[in-house]
């Protein structure tokens, strides 16, 4: 178990909806990476927040937008929902602004879009 | 884009049995790692490789790392039926790992 919590554990909402996940980071950890997985496929990277500022952003639109508060905790939020917004979203929380370092993921939110 | 790809997409074997997986991957990198994933869950981290290291142990597991052929291999030794899980080798980019798809473990007893 890492100590990276992530609320709820699934979500059910109608296509056109708004929905927010959350997640908390490990203790010491300044950087939150999220990221979509689809069923069958290895994790997609969404966007990482790095000291509250938004670090770099994967091939996402502009609906998906996300915060990071001063104790690190993070949201993700998708407006206008769509079918092929149903996956696994993952965050994951790291030291540093690189992508090199070792990501302690949460047990992720498993959105369904109806 | 898929930076890498995990061969072969599927593996079954049995209990004491070696499972190898392979990573094939497209630029330059300075490390590449290796993430477990039960049940369509949370990634755990396996272990992490740095380009100037060829070979890399930790209990069961043992990486290999050929940068000349941009390509990486899993092995773990001795296979139980709690290894069942998904593998994932993903590799850095600025502010982001990228994953391949994968290799589907079963482990049978």
């Known amino acids: 178990e890492t100590g990276v919590t992530q609320s709820p554990t699934h979500l059910i909402k109608t296509r056109g909806q708004q929905v927010t996940l959350r997640c908390s980071s490990q203790s010491g950890h300044n950087t939150v990476s999220w990221y979509q997985q689809a069923l069958g496929q290895g994790p997609q990277f969404i966007f990482q927040?790095?000291?509250?500022?938004?670090?770099g952003r994967g091939n996402f639109p502009p609906r998906f937008s996300g915060l990071q508060f001063p104790n690190y905790s993070s949201e993700l939020n998708v407006n206008a929902l769509e079918l092929d917004d149903s996956a696994l979203y993952l965050c994951a929380s790291s030291v540093g602004r690189t992508g090199g370092t070792e990501a302690f993921f949460g047990q992720g939110t498993r959105l369904t879009v109806v | 884009s898929q930076q890498g790809e995990e061969d072969p997409q599927a593996l079954s074997i049995q209990e004491g049995e070696n499972a190898t997986m392979n990573c094939s991957y497209k630029?330059?990198?300075?490390?590449l790692q290796w993430y477990r994933q039960n049940s369509g869950r949370g990634l755990v981290h396996l272990i992490l490789?740095?380009?100037?290291?060829r070979e890399k142990h930790s209990g069961r597991l043992r990486v290999t790392l050929d940068t000349s052929k941009k390509s990486s291999s899993l092995l773990i030794t001795a296979s139980r039926a709690a290894d069942t899980a998904s593998y994932f080798c993903a590799t850095p980019g600025y502010s982001t790992l990228t994953f391949g798809k994968g290799t589907m473990l079963l482990v049978s007893p």
């Open positions: 630029t330059s990198i300075n490390n």
């Open positions: 490789i740095r380009s100037n290291e």
């Open positions: 927040y790095y000291r509250e500022e938004e670090n």
